[in-house]
Structures are given as structure tokens and as C-alpha cells.
């Protein structure tokens, strides 16, 4: 399977789409939030980028389907992907919350990598963002993004639990 992760380079800009309320000039080089933002409001056209991923990459699951030679393994995937979302969300939400950047980074990482692998393309790059900003240690816009992150986390789920579970599982 290929990568749909666009990784993070902590010497560019932060590539792709941004979340709503975190306008591109204030994203600085390694993926933090440059002082001055305003708390998330009404969207702005380039602000609503992220929006335009998709929560479910039905392509990314039947590629992960093909691969693993219709096994049934991509349906329990999602299905354990889905039944471990408030978990994980309750684990990363915590320790930003509590500034712990070890446990904060690997709970952003897991979700970025078993996001995409599920096809949740919007929730892989609010990720990833939150990933960057825990790097840099910017906690302050890590809580503020962990708003999408639980927001998106929980229409992902109901995405593939009405598209994706039922129909297969």
C-alpha cells in the first residue's frame, strides 16, 4: 500500500490544508501556531481546506482490501479502528492537555498512521498538525486543535460505521 501520509518537515512549511481558524500565515516553518491567532471562529475560504479532504477514503480501503487478499482483515481494521476512536481521542486529548510531549506525540502519531490506513484523510491531517505543534511544543494551539481532532475523529467514525462496517462487517 502506498503512504497518504505527506509526512511533516520541520525545515518547510507545513504542507496541505489547513484546519478552520488556523489561517496559513500563521503557521510558521515547523508546524506551530505564530502568536496573535484568534481563537477558531467562522471560516474563511483558505481556512476551510482541511474541509475539503475527505473524512473517508473509500479508495484507501479498497486498496487495503486488495492487498491483504480480501481476508476480512481490512473490515476488522476499520471495526477496531472504530471501537478504540474515544479511547485514543481521551488519550491524546490528555496528555496535551497535560503538556506530556512523549505520550502526546506517540498518541498523534498512532492516529496519523492508523487514519490514513483507514482512509480518514482529514483526520490523518489534523494529525499530523497536532503532531507539528506538540515538535514544537505549542500546547496552547494543540488544545485548540485537538477540538477538530475530536470533532472529525467522531464524524470519521459514524462515516465508516454507516459506509464502510455495516456493509462489510
Keep these: 500500500m502506498h503512504s497518504h501520509d505527506s509526512g511533516s518537515s520541520a525545515g518547510g512549511p507545513v504542507p496541505g490544508p489547513l484546519p478552520a481558524g488556523i489561517p496559513a500565515d500563521r503557521v510558521t516553518a515547523g508546524g506551530s501556531i505564530s502568536e496573535g491567532m484568534s481563537p477558531p ?8 481546506s482541511v474541509g475539503l479532504l475527505p473524512l473517508v477514503d473509500a479508495a484507501v480501503l479498497a486498496e ?16 477496531d479502528y472504530a471501537a478504540l476512536w474515544e479511547q485514543r481521542c481521551s488519550r491524546l486529548a490528555s496528555a496535551v492537555q497535560r503538556h506530556d510531549g ?3 506525540l506517540d498518541a498523534a502519531i498512532s492516529l496519523k ?3 490514513a490506513m483507514v482512509g480518514g484523510l ?3 491531517r ?3 498538525l497536532l503532531e507539528a ?4 511544543g505549542d500546547f496552547s494551539q494543540g ?11 467522531s464524524l470519521t467514525v459514524t462515516e465508516l460505521r454507516s459506509t464502510y462496517i455495516l456493509e462489510t462487517g
Design 122 to 124: 482529514r483526520l490523518a
Design 133 to 136: 505543534m506538540i515538535r514544537s
Design 113 to 115: 498512521i492508523s487514519s
Design 41 to 48: 471562529g467562522p471560516a474563511a475560504p483558505a481556512q476551510e
Design 143 to 153: 488544545k485548540v486543535l485537538m477540538e477538530w481532532v475530536a470533532q472529525d475523529g
Design 64 to 79: 487495503l482490501e486488495e492487498e491483504l487478499a480480501g481476508t476480512g482483515m481490512a473490515q476488522r481494521f476499520a471495526r
Design 126 to 128: 489534523l494529525a499530523e
Design 102 to 104: 512523549d505520550s502526546a
